[in-house]
């Protein structure tokens, strides 16, 4: 494809489907020209670079996110459903986690998300700097309850890519683990019922369970 008839927006959406597939490290130039069945350099006429490519990746999942009504739903309603859905954006696109650790996210999309986000904790009643608290301290409990998510497609990729060193390397790793763990009696009796597949798993609804505790802490802060 010549570099006249490939449009940013293509390269943009290519460049999410080969991310969500290989990962931050599989992205490169050469891959995604090869999936735009173009030349590389013909994409660097419409960006700069690899780092450039994947903020623009980045601010257009960003944009999947839907904002509540404020109106129409009350402040914990609208944190509630804003923390979920990011944790479903970062979720579908384990990625973004790699990106927070790497880059300096920026753009239209995160900037209308922080906007909302802020709008939510000032319709319950903080105010300056605590409702840039509320929000921050939201955002990365569903940061760091995503982190899991995107360690296992990584894992996954290396598993599904035949790499049996990886999945011998997994294995040995769960089974010291395990043995270790069992040197602990409450880690013991986890391990021993039925509900638990393997030391690192989390009981269902961890998130949900998470979220509302801290959505208590902060209307006690409102109490207070």
Do not use: C
């Amino acid at each position: 494809m010549a570099r006249d008839t490939l449009t940013l927006d293509q390269i943009v959406r290519t460049a999410i489907e080969l991310l969500d597939a290989e990962g931050l490290e599989g992205l490169n130039m050469r891959a995604l020209g090869n999936r735009l069945n173009s030349a590389a350099t013909a994409v660097y006429w419409h960006v700069k670079n690899k780092d450039n490519l994947v903020l623009l990746a980045t601010d257009r999942v960003w944009s999947e996110l839907t904002l509540a009504d404020l109106k129409a739903v009350t402040w914990r309603a609208a944190a509630t459903a804003i923390a979920t859905d990011l944790y479903a954006m970062f979720v579908r696109h384990p990625w973004l986690v790699q990106v927070f650790a790497a880059h300096v996210v920026y753009g239209e999309g995160k900037a209308r998300h922080d906007d909302h986000s802020l709008a939510v904790y000032e319709s319950a009643g903080f105010t300056g700097t605590q409702a840039d608290q509320a929000a921050a301290a939201v955002f990365t409990y569903v940061l760091g309850n995503a982190a899991g998510a995107a360690a296992t497609a990584s894992l996954t990729r290396k598993l599904n890519d035949g790499h049996s060193t990886a999945e011998e390397r997994f294995q040995n790793a769960l089974t010291k683990a395990q043995e270790i763990a069992m040197r602990y009696p409450r880690l013991r009796a986890r391990l021993e019922t039925q509900a638990a597949t393997d030391y690192a798993a989390a009981p269902d609804r961890t998130f949900e369970f998470g979220l509302r505790a801290l959505l208590d802490g902060l209307e006690q802060e409102l109490a207070a």
